[in-house]
């Protein structure tokens, strides 16, 4: 497998993930994975060189769309309790 062949399926393993992964997240993925990351490191040096030519040469678009928050539950004002003058 040539360096471009491993890049071009990580960039489409990546795309199918939703996203660029760090390295031990890519590890923890075990035997799912299109290359193993020794092999990755020994033919490019290390995770962020991957990372790198991935990103030069088959860019991943992933469009992330915004999460919606939910406005916090307004409490009810709290009530005025007077003090009584006790004589």
Sequence with gaps: MTKDMMVKSLSEYFKKE???????AYKAKGADVPVKDYLLRRAFGSWSRVLSVVSKRYPVDVVVTPEVKEA???KAPAKKV????VE
């Design 18 to 24: 939703g996203g660029i992964m760090d390295l031990p």
């Design 82 to 85: 007077e003090k009584k003058d």
């Design 72 to 74: 916090p539950a307004k």
